[in-house]
């Protein structure tokens, strides 16, 4: 079993900043990449940023400049700072983790269960 665990979420004004966090736990033999996606109403979940174990990132263009992922590998723990928050921004932010359970198991996928990010004054 393999849970992700967000938090950080929150109402923020305009211009302001959130720090995300995410810990995976359970049976984890190697986590190779980890990230965040974001849904907002009536849109599709998207690509926010990712980080792999080596610290390679890669961000959406909408963000960049403005958002920074960084990751404790010895935590399992993956982090997304988001700096001049707009109401754009708005939106369930779910942390995603690629990961093996043991050395001879499969490359999987798990999900965090989503924390809200609202911008509004």
């Known amino acids: 079993q393999v849970q992700l665990v967000e938090s950080g979420g929150g109402l923020v004004q305009p211009g302001g900043s959130l720090r995300l966090s995410c810990a995976a736990s359970?049976?984890?033999?190697?986590?190779?990449?980890m990230g965040w996606y974001r849904q907002a109403p009536g849109k599709q979940r998207e690509l926010v940023a990712a980080?792999?174990?080596?610290?390679?990132?890669n961000y959406s263009d909408s963000v960049k400049g403005r958002f920074t992922i960084s990751r404790d590998n010895a935590k399992n723990t993956v982090y997304l700072q988001m700096n001049s928050l707009n109401p754009e921004d708005t939106a369930v932010y779910y942390c995603n983790a690629g990961l093996r359970r043991g050395v001879y198991s499969d490359y999987a996928t798990y999900w965090g269960q989503g924390t809200q990010v609202t911008v509004s004054s």
């Open positions: 980080i792999t174990s080596g610290g390679s990132t």
């Open positions: 359970g049976s984890i033999f190697r986590i190779y990449v």
